[in-house]
């Protein structure tokens, strides 16, 4: 019994450090993540997401008949730590991915869908946005 209060003792600050480590890196901190996108407009991304068809495999707040599942919500997409699981959360990335997501995923279920650069900022604000 002595030994295992031991054990204890010594693990608990161990323990205590790991679990704030892992609580700043999941409770994230969401003053880190870029809120506004240089060049993009959030209401022309509502309307670029209509155009696109986003919300055919999408869940989106905001734009109307936009509530599939097929992919993921898109809801609180600024309290995300990635992008398609394996991006930092940051605008330029969100970008790129929107423009191009077979690029930077090949065989992601995403389609290219031929979303310009400035669409693609356009929808990188509005999902920010909420």
Known sequence: MVFHR?????????????VAACGSAYGRDFALVQRTVEGGDSALGRAAIRSYGCGSC???PGVTGANSLVGPPLNEFYK???I???LPNQADNLIRWI????AI??????PYMGVTEADARHI???LYSR
Do not use: C, D, K, W
Not at 99 to 102: G, W
């Open 124 to 126: 990188a604000a509005y």
């Open 80 to 82: 995300r730590h990635y």
């Open 99 to 102: 423009m191009n997501p077979q």
């Open 58 to 60: 999408h869940s989106i």
């Open 105 to 110: 995923e090949p065989g992601t279920a995403m």
């Open 6 to 18: 031991r054990v204890v003792l010594f693990l608990a600050p161990l323990i205590m450090l790991a």
């Open 84 to 86: 398609a699981g394996n």
